[in-house]
């Protein structure tokens, strides 16, 4: 038989997901609200160190709902990572907004702090403080929340953090997104915990979820009528996804932990080839390991991140290269780009490696055969 594809980062069903989501469709819950979406957004607002959460359709319409809770909107701009998925951008440009992008530090991927410094110390002499920074966790690692908050503060700056990719991860011991004025979190179905589709704002501003749930069911008033003083947005989460994401979430520990044990699987077979490494692992945390990427210097190891991929695919294994950036993008070719040269550097010599939780040791065994 001709062995199954290997997929980079698929859905993990626990078992649970059937008995919740058989609940709620024999409820008849299966609106979008429902006694699965009060719990789930309780149960995830715990998870990432939050008093309350407010669920969405995906993680970009909670980061899109969040930034204009913030103030982001027409004329105003916000700092953003290049280095990162487009949707960190996109919810920005929603707004009316502009994205000015900065590079990663080299030793975490993530937000430089050193660029946001300059950039917000810049922009004070001269009037244009941005509307929000934005933080982005990469590959399941958080950025350096507390530098990040202390520089943002100075200039009473919002930060909002975007854990789409972390949930589970840790730093200085508190959860992933349980810093900024609010975080976002993704159950797209290549997250650790999925819903096949969903997001969720997660904060400790009770007003400002809220106020989000409102927005995200189209801002209408309470009371009989249909009335709206608002726009508001198509963007709430059914009870029935509700319910297996739920189910999901009741073993994010575990998922954390296979994933964790991918990464050191692959370390320990490919650290020692000659140009081979990893992305670096902060000391103020513990990153969930979301997908494990692997880096091929070049002039030193024996191949480049094409060939990587090209094996990998003959052999029916899904692999990716790293994010390509922001300033690189042509929707934000002419966006403000602030660089240290790492995201470019990045996107040349990282590719991401199956790292599923539900990833079987034959399987793994495999993808290393093909490296």
């Not at 244009?128 to 982005?136: D, E, G």
């Not at 191949?303 to 922001?326: F, H, N, Q, Y």
Request: charged residues 20%; glycine residues 10%; hydrophobic residues 40%.
């Amino acid at each position: 038989m001709t062995p199954a594809k290997i997929f980079l980062s698929p859905p993990h069903l626990s078992g649970r997901e059937r008995e919740l989501v058989l609940d709620a469709l024999d409820s008849n819950w299966v609106a979008p609200l429902g006694p699965h979406v009060d719990a789930f957004e309780r149960e995830t607002a715990f998870a990432c160190g939050r008093r309350g959460g407010a669920a969405t359709s995906s993680g970009t319409a909670a980061l899109h709902l969040l930034l204009r809770l913030v103030g982001v909107g027409p004329g105003t701009e916000v700092l953003v990572p290049t280095f990162t998925f487009i949707a960190s951008a996109n919810a920005v440009a929603y707004l009316g907004a502009r994205p000015c992008f900065l590079d990663s530090d080299p030793a975490t991927w993530t937000l430089d702090p050193a660029l946001v410094a300059e950039e917000l110390e810049r922009r004070a002499r001269t009037g244009t403080l941005p509307a929000a920074v934005i933080a982005v966790d990469i590959y399941g690692q958080c950025a350096d929340y507390a530098t990040l908050l202390d520089i943002t503060s100075r200039y009473d700056v919002p930060l909002v953090v975007d854990a789409a990719e972390s949930l589970g991860a840790t730093y200085g011991g508190r959860p992933a997104g349980s810093a900024g004025v609010a975080a976002v979190v993704s159950f797209n179905g290549n997250k650790i915990v999925t819903c096949g589709g969903g997001g969720m704002i997660v904060s400790d501003d009770e007003e400002l979820l809220a106020r989000a749930r409102s927005l995200a069911a189209q801002a209408r008033d309470p009371g009989p009528a249909f009335v709206h003083s608002d726009i508001g947005y198509n963007y709430r989460l059914s009870n029935v996804l509700a319910a297996l994401g739920r189910a999901q979430l009741e073993s994010l520990g575990e998922r954390v932990t296979a994933r964790q044990a991918r990464r050191r699987v692959y370390e320990e077979a490919m650290g020692g080839h000659r140009g081979v490494s990893f992305m670096p692992r902060a000391g103020y945390g513990s990153p969930s390991d979301w997908l494990t990427v692997m880096t091929l210097e070049p002039g030193l190891a024996r191949c480049d991140v094409a060939r990587v991929l090209e094996v990998l695919e003959d052999g029916d294994i899904e692999a990716r290269p790293t994010w390509r950036p922001m300033h690189l993008q042509p929707p934000y070719a002419d966006s403000p780009f602030l660089s240290n040269g790492t995201a470019d550097r990045l996107s040349h010599i990282g590719v991401c490696l199956p790292s599923g939780s539900a990833m079987t040791q034959a399987d793994q065994q495999r993808v290393l055969e093909r490296l």
